[in-house]
């Protein structure tokens, strides 16, 4: 039942949209003044990307695509690729959730008094992982590896081990410190604290980071096969190149469903570790 508000009870108004005093308010202004200075700046053809004749254009080539080539012997060859590119995104992350995990560790502050003196290079390293691009990763890695699927699998591994060694670091840092205060407090020593202490806290948060980073990797192993790294995306560059486009059709049918398959398994694991 609801209870009657108090006499004395002080009535007070939402806060103000915009105030003068707020950082955030400034930073939002600034912002969208920069969204509107870029638009100003860009010439953008607005005018002939709507138009009829683009609009023909477009529907011409997108009448290339159809009906795609169902052959039995292309679809094979479709299938062999997908399932190389599952398996270029599934080792590349394994790679990269196993050296995330071990550079998480000297990247992340384990406690307040913990000195943390290899944190901030082990940072940089990791900013310098995740900021080269994987098509750049693939196309540097197949002077050594050549073509194939190695380059694109050590290339989706170097670039997300990058991005999982920071997410796993935060994850560590951000870690309630109760039980492994106590540990340490009995002299216990450091990996076996962090053995038993703090990361059965922080495993779910991995794990959901590490099948995420899966479904982004799904889509990029697909890509990098344009720079002959193998998989459903070499057969892409290769037909569109030569302008087979109902080959071209089925191959980016197969890369749809191979992504919509991975997103959904993926969704699936993570609902389910948060029960």
Known sequence: ???????????RLPPPIFDARCKACWFTVGLLMLVVASFWSLDLQWAQFFSAEAAASMGRFVGEFFPPDTSPA???????????TLAMSAVGTLLA????????????????????????????????????PEL??????????????????????LHTSGVLGRLFAEAV?????????????????????????????????????????WENNIRAAAVLGVVGAGGLG?????????????KT???????????????????????????
Do not use: C
Request: glycine share 8%; no cysteine; proline share 6%.
């Open 74 to 84: 292309f679809l094979h060859k479709v299938a062999v690729a997908a399932w190389e």
């Open 173 to 213: 840092e951000n870690a309630p410190p109760g039980p492994a205060e106590a540990l340490r407090a009995q002299g216990v020593g450091h990996g076996r604290v962090f053995l038993y202490a703090t990361l059965p806290q922080v495993l779910p948060q991995l794990m959901s980071y590490t099948l995420y980073r």
């Open 97 to 132: 959730a196993i050296a995330g995990l071990a550079l998480a560790l000297p990247a992340a502050r384990l406690h307040a008094g913990d000195a943390a003196r290899t944190r901030a290079p082990t940072r940089l390293l990791l900013n310098a992982l995740r900021s080269v």
């Open 1 to 11: 039942m609801k209870q009657p508000r108090a006499a004395n009870e002080v009535y």
């Open 249 to 275: 059709a089925t191959v980016l049918g197969a890369m749809l469903l191979l992504v919509a398959i991975v997103d959904a398994a993926s969704l699936g694991a993570r609902r389910w570790m948060t029960r």
């Open 234 to 246: 070499q057969l892409l560059a290769f037909h569109m190149g030569l302008f087979h486009m109902p």
């Open 136 to 157: 750049v990763w693939a196309a540097l890695l197949l002077i050594s590896a050549g073509l194939g699927p190695l380059a694109g699998t050590l290339a989706l591994a």
